[in-house]
């Protein structure tokens, strides 16, 4: 797998990697990748818009950024 510039890979022995689905239309779907950095005790967010344009947003959050997020939410 080739990464583009600016791009970078996270290898992690922890936590497997959840993936979901959560939107899952025709014409538009949004998958959310989350992943356990065990190295720096970080969460890696990834959320992937697919349509008419593809969007992607990585974050790497601790568990109390996380919750901060999901009581956002």
Do not use: C
Not at 25 to 42: F, G, I
Not at 52 to 62: A, G, K, V
């Amino acid at each position: 797998m080739a990464t583009r510039q600016g791009q970078f890979m996270v290898y992690s022995q922890g936590a497997p990697k959840t993936d979901i689905d959560v939107i899952n239309n025709q014409d538009y779907k949004l998958k959310l990748s989350k992943n356990w950095v065990d190295a720096t005790s970080v969460w890696h967010i990834k959320l992937q818009s697919r349509s008419i344009f593809d969007y992607s947003f990585e974050m790497f959050l601790t568990h109390e950024e996380l919750k901060k997020l999901k009581d956002s939410l």
